[in-house]
């Protein structure tokens, strides 16, 4: 089944350092992938999402490409921000079109950024 | 060891009917509890979370309800099903401001 593997961490940053969060996954056909973020206190709420290969997902800084070739999805961020510390989950492959397949996430990646 | 629980793991219901799905959370004490719902091709949305017994937030209006009868458990109701309720819900649980752990879903269909 669809399936994905996502640095555990945590991962702790100075401010402006740049940040890779990896993720990879297995899959049947071309699924849309998606980063979420939890921000502190807070719950799960969508960062950026890509819908095909080759496809950038970009958000509030953050980009991650969807690559076919290494089947990798992994978040990027050039300047890192103390607010940008979160917990941050790599969805797996969500079923495409009308189908619900069970999705089973990682237990996400801690990010620490200290000014 | 913490593990949460969710039942059941598939359900088919006709537009109309009441839906109760229920979550459990072993291993841990007053967690914070959150159900999420995915709609086809759509990403995760928080439809409720607890802090506490009886204490429920509501992140979106919609026609479903949660209760907390007690500190482990997780309640998610409808007394009328909607076809828009179909999705994938998920439970979840937290110690509070760290990660979240997430149970293995029910896949919800409504005719």
């Known amino acids: 089944g669809d399936s994905v593997t996502q640095m555990e961490g945590p991962v702790t940053l100075s401010e402006e350092a740049f940040l890779t969060i990896n993720c990879t996954y297995t899959?049947?056909?071309?699924?849309?992938l998606f980063w979420y973020v939890q921000y502190p206190g807070e719950g799960l709420q969508l960062l950026l999402k890509?819908?095909?290969?080759?496809d950038k997902g970009s958000n509030k800084g953050f980009e991650a490409t969807y690559r076919k070739e290494t089947t990798s999805f992994h978040l990027e961020k050039g300047s890192v921000q103390v607010s940008d510390s979160a917990v941050y989950f790599c969805a797996p492959p969500a079923a495409g079109g009308t189908s619900y397949g069970k999705l089973t996430f990682g237990q996400g990646t801690i990010l620490t950024v200290h000014p | 060891s913490q593990t949460i629980h969710q039942w059941p793991a598939t359900l088919v219901q006709p537009v109309g009917s009441p839906l109760s799905l229920e979550c459990t959370v072993e291993g841990t004490s007053n967690p914070n509890l959150y159900w999420y719902r995915q709609a086809a091709g759509r990403g995760l949305q928080l439809l409720f979370y607890?802090?506490?017994?009886?204490?429920i937030s509501s992140e979106v209006p919609q026609n479903l309800s949660a209760s907390r009868p007690q500190d482990r458990q997780f309640i998610l109701s409808s007394k009328k099903l909607l076809l828009s309720d179909s999705g994938f819900y998920l439970c979840?649980?937290?110690?509070?401001?760290?990660?979240?752990?997430f149970g293995p879903g029910t896949r919800l269909t409504v005719l």
């Open positions: 899959a049947t056909g071309y699924p849309s």
């Open positions: 890509a819908t095909k290969a080759d």
């Open positions: 607890s802090v506490g017994i009886g204490q």
């Open positions: 979840a649980w937290s110690v509070p401001l760290t990660k979240q752990f």
